[in-house]
């Protein structure tokens, strides 16, 4: 069993830190090579190497689209489809980015201006009773339409005024949200 210790980290990241915190610090005078100043540090720290850190069915590399807002008609309540209101989309795209930074060629990425533009048009044109569903279709289309393994999606809205006059004298909600994961396996 792990026990936990420098600020939650597990004991073996504890003495990992510890040791790269050493690594920093001046060698003692009797160890620094002829010619070098006391002031001058060492670095003693291994050179780093690209490593990557995904497994075959789940790339590491993401691309993050936060805030996309556009204005919707959707819910449950008549008052909200007449009204509508504002929602917010976060996207996490999963996929292979690799090539795209080896390559600095937009073609084999994802171009996020499209995601952007796809989202905002089916969010202020269609009308969905519900947010799970807004989230569901979002999350179809950027599979069907985009190279990305999987795509974590998070639709967010603000609170309608028919839902805070009911809770008046209770208290106040700042927003509801859904969270849906999607990948190519499971769509």
């Known amino acids: 069993m792990m ?10 990241t ?9 690594m ?7 160890h620094r090579p002829a010619g070098r100043r006391r002031s001058t540090l060492i670095d003693r720290t291994p050179p780093m190497t690209a490593r990557r850190t995904e497994s075959a069915s789940s790339p590491a590399d993401r691309i993050l689209l936060r805030d ?12 909200e489809q007449d009204v509508g209101q504002w929602y917010a989309v976060d996207l996490d795209l999963c996929l292979d980015l690799a090539e795209a930074g080896r390559s600095d ?6 171009d996020y201006g499209e995601v952007c533009r796809m ?3 089916l969010g202020s044109t269609k009308r969905f009773q ?7 279709e979002i999350s179809q289309r ?10 974590r999606i998070r639709v967010t809205k603000s609170t309608p005024a028919g839902l805070i006059a009911s809770l008046s004298g209770f208290g106040t909600l700042g927003y509801s949200a859904v969270e849906v994961h999607r990948s190519r396996s499971t769509s």
């Open 142 to 151: 950027v599979l069907n339409n985009f190279a990305v393994d999987s795509v």
């Open 68 to 79: 996309i807002r556009f204005y919707g008609n959707h819910g449950a309540t008549q008052e």
């Open 3 to 12: 026990t936990r210790s420098c600020f939650g980290t597990t004991k073996g």
């Open 24 to 30: 920093m610090r001046p060698l003692p005078v009797t």
């Open 130 to 136: 519900i947010i799970e569903a807004l989230a569901e």
């Open 119 to 121: 989202v905002m048009e």
């Open 105 to 110: 060629d937009l073609s084999k990425t994802v």
């Open 14 to 22: 504890c003495t990992a830190i510890r040791t790269s915190l050493r």
